[in-house]
C-alpha cells in the first residue's frame, strides 16, 4: 500500500474506526507472519498480532507521517509487544480485540485459514524450526534485525524505521547478529 493511501485511510479510520478494518485486513497477515517468524508459535502470534491491533487503533490518533510509514510503525509495536509479552507472558486474545473495539475482521473464516496455512507452513519447515531455536540464543536486538532482514524481506532503510535506530546501526547490527549466529552453529 502506497504511503498516500495509508494517509488517507489512516485520517478516515480516526474518523470512523469502522475504516480501520481496512487497514487491518492489508497489514495483518504481515504482521502476524511477522510474529510467527520471531516467536515460532502460532497461537502467540496470534493474540500478539491482536494486541499490536488493539494498540493502534486505540492510539491511532497519535500516529503522524513523519518519517515512518504506518506499516513500519505496525512492526514497530509489534516488536515492543513481543518484548513486553516475554517480560510478562500476558497476551491479548484476538476475541478481546474485537470486542474492546467495537470492529471485526471482514471475514473471520480468512484468519482461521490464515492460521491453519501459517501452521502447516511451519510444520513443513524443519529448517526454519532449527534457526529459530539457534535464533532465541542471540540477544533479542539481533533477533529482531535478523528476522526483519532476511525473514521479513525488508530493507534497511525500513528496518532502521521499525526499530528507530539509523541505517548504519542497522547494518552494524546485521552483520554482529550474523557472526554470533555463525558462531551457535559451530557450537
Same mark, same amino acid.
Given at each position: ?10 485520517? !478516515?479510520?480516526?474518523?470512523?474506526? /469502522?475504516? &480501520?478494518?481496512? $487497514? *487491518? ?6 504482521? $502476524? ?7 515460532? %508459535?502460532?497461537? @502467540? ?6 494486541? /499490536?491491533? *488493539? ?7 497519535? *500516529? =503522524?507521517? #513523519?518519517?515512518? +510509514? &504506518? +506499516? !513500519?510503525? $505496525?512492526?514497530?509495536?509489534? /516488536?515492543? %509487544? ?20 467495537? &470492529?471485526? !475482521? +471482514? ?7 490464515? @492460521? ?11 529448517? &526454519?524450526? %532449527?534457526? =529459530? ?6 540477544? *533479542?536486538?539481533? =533477533?529482531?534485525?535478523? /528476522? @526483519? #532482514?532476511?525473514? %521479513? ?18 547494518? +552494524?547490527? $546485521? ?5 554470533? @549466529?555463525?558462531?551457535?552453529? =559451530?557450537?
Amino acid at each position: 500500500m502506497h504511503l498516500q493511501e495509508e494517509s488517507r485511510l489512516v485520517a !478516515a479510520a480516526r474518523k470512523d474506526p /469502522t475504516v &480501520f478494518a481496512v $487497514l *487491518f485486513d492489508a497489514y495483518h497477515p504481515k504482521i $502476524l507472519a511477522y510474529l510467527i517468524h520471531r516467536t515460532g %508459535e502460532v497461537a @502467540l502470534a496470534q493474540d500478539l498480532a491482536s494486541e /499490536t491491533f *488493539f494498540k493502534a487503533l486505540s492510539k491511532l490518533w497519535q *500516529f =503522524q507521517f #513523519r518519517s515512518i +510509514s &504506518f +506499516s !513500519a510503525w $505496525l512492526y514497530r509495536i509489534a /516488536t515492543n %509487544e513481543m518484548n513486553m509479552y516475554y517480560r510478562s507472558k500476558r497476551p491479548v486474545s484476538l476475541d478481546a480485540l474485537m470486542e474492546g473495539c467495537g &470492529f471485526d !475482521a +471482514s471475514d473471520s473464516s480468512d484468519l482461521v485459514e490464515e @492460521l491453519k496455512e501459517a501452521e502447516e507452513k511451519l510444520s513443513r519447515q524443519k529448517d &526454519f524450526l %532449527e534457526i =529459530q531455536k539457534k535464533l532465541e540464543n542471540l540477544p *533479542f536486538v539481533y =533477533q529482531t534485525v535478523i /528476522t @526483519l #532482514r532476511y525473514l %521479513e524481506e525488508k530493507d534497511f532503510p525500513e528496518i532502521a524505521e521499525i526499530m528507530g535506530k539509523r541505517k548504519g546501526t542497522v547494518r +552494524s547490527l $546485521l552483520s554482529r547478529g550474523l557472526q554470533k @549466529l555463525r558462531n551457535v552453529q =559451530q557450537k
